[in-house]
């Protein structure tokens, strides 16, 4: 194997081995091959495309980098939720706990939030002491113990990614489907996950905007998910508008919470249960994902849901009288409430500009070190389709930070626009995809 060689297949349009490909991955991970060597073969692939063989090939690679951890232990279905990510986007707090409720078990590992989106890690750590760093036998206890787990990325868990990733980032190969295939799906298998659910978002706060690239981002990642024996399921999404009407890490939580006690019917509920509905299908504790879906919704209903997020929560150290009293939870220094300027329908929602704009208000982060705010955040009430009148309530904002508030404010006014047109709500769910 000549590292050289494989650059130049690569670049000239070739399609990899497995071997070569493995070769690549081994080598540079272990310091063999040097940074500028693999970022050519980076960027010769990004050019060039890899193919469904060779995005399977790169995401066993990285997979095999770490560890796979072993469930097996464990009696049940595993089966697991991928979000690409969005504003809003809490669905992981509530269909974790319902799924479990169900019967099926759910290993989950998730990230953080970064730029306009916000993660899950930083939502749960915003429950006071709720514990997201568990070794991998702590992580396996609780899943026994309780049929769900919700924790960060460990560094046995395809190291790979990570040395990857951090070299994407600073050499503009960052946009590339089979590059972001492997990355989720090498750390989603080393879950020992059976069967997984996909949510591929589209839209203004989507990474994928349009939507034929959300059909081939869920196309690519379903088809990596059956190379390796995986149910898998997608839903093509909406990311028009944040999802439900709170964004930042405890308000977020806080609209987890109203959902789980059946006190708020939005689209954030809707497509929570639809998730969950097919995870719980997927688990084969139903005959399809309609039946999945009711199961989801009774199991809200009857406060189960809410029982098992409260024993999660309990098992990873967090303070559930926060989740049993949130209007205990500390307060921003800080609330504005902003209106609208004049009546007519709400046409468009710029739910990438309201998402950096929680960022600004101190929700989120625009560099992996950036600490943030866990009280900070938006109430966002319009949704496309609806009419307002001039001085309706639009949003609140909370921060603890006062200089930002004038410009926040001034953000959230710009992302909404209002026609004297009747505008149609757009689709909640584009496209479900079964493979």
Known sequence: MNTIEIIKKKRDGGNLTRREIEFMVSNFTSGLIPDYQFSAFLMAA??????????????????????????????GAKIDKHSTGGVGDKTSLILTPVVAAAGVKVP?????????????????????????????????????????????????????????????????????IPFITASIMSKKLAEGIEGLVLDV?????????????????????????????????????????????????????YESILVLNNKVKNDLYELSVTLAGAMIYLGGKSKNIREGKKIAEELISNGKAFEKFIEITKLQGGDVSFLLKPEKYPASKYR???????????????????????????????????????????????KIGMKIKKGDLIAEIFTDNKDVIDTASDSIKNSVGISREKTNPPKLIKKKIEF
């Not at 749960?124 to 919700?150: D, Q, R, W």
């Not at 329908?345 to 600490?371: F, H, N, P, W």
């Open 336 to 382: 504005k409430e902003i209106r609208s300027g004049k009546s007519g329908y709400i046409k468009t929602i710029d739910a990438y500009k309201i998402g950096m704009t929680s960022v600004m208000l101190g929700a989120g982060r625009l560099k992996k070190e950036d600490k943030i705010d866990p009280k900070a955040g938006i109430i966002f009430y319009p």
């Open 201 to 253: 978002k589209t839209g203004s706060g989507a990474f994928m905007k349009k939507q034929s690239d959300a059909v081939e981002l869920a196309l690519s990642l379903g088809n990596t998910a059956k190379a390796f024996d995986k149910k898998v399921i997608a839903f093509i999404t909406d990311m028009n508008q944040p999802l439900g009407n709170y964004i930042g890490n405890w308000l977020e939580v």
């Open 108 to 176: 989950m590992i998730s990230g953080r939030g970064l730029g306009h989106t916000g993660g899950t890690l930083d939502k749960l750590e915003s429950i006071p002491g709720f514990h997201t760093g568990l070794n991998l036998s702590k992580y396996k206890s609780i899943l026994k113990k309780c049929g769900a787990v919700m924790i960060g990325q460990t560094k046995e868990i395809a190291p790979a990614d990570k040395l990857i990733y951090a070299l994407r980032d600073v050499t503009a190969t960052v946009e590339s």
């Open 46 to 75: 990004f050019i060039r495309g890899l193919d469904k063989s060779e995005t399977s090939y790169l995401t066993e690679s990285m997979l095999n980098s770490g560890i796979i951890i072993d469930l097996s232990a464990i009696e």
